[in-house]
C-alpha cells in the first residue's frame, strides 16, 4: 500500500538509493576476499615465485642455477623480460596473488598496460595494495638488470626474509 502513495521520482529515488547501497556493500566484500586472500600469502614468508620484470642482460640458465646455489628451486623463477612485449603486459594479475612473493624490476616501458594515473608501473606497484615486495634493480646509474645485481638483490631478500630457501 504504501508504494501505492508514492510518486515515480520517490519511486525511483529510492530504488537507485537500494542499488547504490548494494554496489557499495558489493565492493566491500570484494576488498575483503582480496585482503584475505592476501594474508596467507604473508604467512608463507617468501616461498613464493620470484618475477624478473624488465629488460634484462641475465642469462636465465644462469639465473636459475645462483638460485639453486642459495636453495632456491628454478621452477620459483619467472622471467617477464622482452621490453616490446611488456608494453602490452598488464601487473593486474600480481596482485593479490599468493603465487609471488617478489618481484625485482629493471628497465621497462613508461607506458604499459594498467599504469593509469601514475607516473610508471613501477610507482603503482609500489604505492598499491596487494603487490607483493617490489626491488628496483638499480646499478647507480638507474634501472639495470645484470647478473650480478640480480645474485646481489636476490641474498639481500633471503637475508631480510622477503624470500626463503624452497
Do not use: W
Not at 76 to 104: A, H, M, T, V, W
Not at 154 to 163: A, K, M, R, S, V
Amino acid at each position: 500500500m504504501e508504494l501505492a502513495l508514492m510518486t515515480k521520482d520517490d519511486l525511483m529515488d529510492e530504488i537507485l538509493a537500494a542499488y547504490n547501497d548494494g554496489i557499495d556493500k558489493l565492493k566491500m566484500y570484494v576488498e575483503s576476499l582480496k585482503m584475505q586472500r592476501h594474508f596467507p600469502h604473508q604467512l608463507e614468508l617468501g616461498s613464493g615465485k620470484i618475477l624478473i620484470l624488465g629488460e634484462s642482460s641475465i642469462d636465465m640458465q644462469q639465473a636459475k642455477g645462483f638460485c639453486k646455489t642459495v636453495g632456491i628451486s628454478s621452477g620459483r623463477i619467472e622471467f617477464c623480460c622482452d621490453y616490446n612485449r611488456l608494453k602490452n603486459r598488464g601487473i593486474g594479475k600480481y596482485q593479490y596473488n599468493d603465487d609471488y612473493s617478489l618481484i625485482i624490476v629493471g628497465p621497462v616501458p613508461h607506458s604499459m598496460k594498467d599504469k593509469g594515473e601514475y607516473s610508471s608501473i613501477i610507482t603503482k606497484m609500489e604505492q598499491d595494495a596487494g603487490f607483493p615486495p617490489i626491488v628496483r634493480a638499480n646499478n647507480g646509474h638507474g634501472l639495470k638488470l645484470s647478473l650480478s645485481g640480480f645474485k646481489k638483490i636476490i641474498n639481500e631478500q633471503l637475508d631480510n626474509g622477503c624470500i626463503i630457501a624452497a
